[in-house]
């Protein structure tokens, strides 16, 4: 059964950074939509990125544009979320989410706390 597995989330000063991944098994992460939303304590998850098969992505929250980068390894069958200058209100459960044809799944989430 295909699935996807975050991890790398973590504690972190305001202004720092973290790599967050999604290593994917029973399908590839080339042929599929990847994402990544993000949900924070008592609100609702959203759309933060995603990248396509052909290689382009796309950002839904204007506030990590040109913070976060969303990147993918098909050697390692595996995308990244490339999270710099992080702030407070990065704060939030991060969740990898495959979206091709046959292939709905989510991720358990990876937990990244951004505070001094």
């Known amino acids: 059964q295909a699935q996807v597995s975050e991890s790398g989330g973590g504690l972190v000063h305001p202004g720092g950074s973290l790599i967050p991944s999604c290593a994917a098994s029973?399908?590839?992460?080339?042929?599929?939509?990847m994402c990544w939303f993000r949900q924070a304590p008592g609100k609702e998850r959203e759309f933060v990125a995603d990248i396509r098969p052909s290689g382009s992505h796309a950002y839904g929250v204007d506030s990590v544009k040109g913070r976060f980068t969303i990147s993918r390894d098909n050697a390692k069958n595996t995308i990244y979320l490339q999270m710099n200058s992080l702030k407070p209100e990065d704060t939030g459960m991060y969740y990898c989410?495959?979206?091709?044809?046959?292939?709905?799944?989510w991720g358990q989430g990876t937990q990244v706390t951004v505070s001094s």
């Open positions: 029973g399908r590839a992460v080339d042929n599929n939509n």
């Open positions: 989410y495959a979206d091709g044809k046959g292939w709905r799944d």
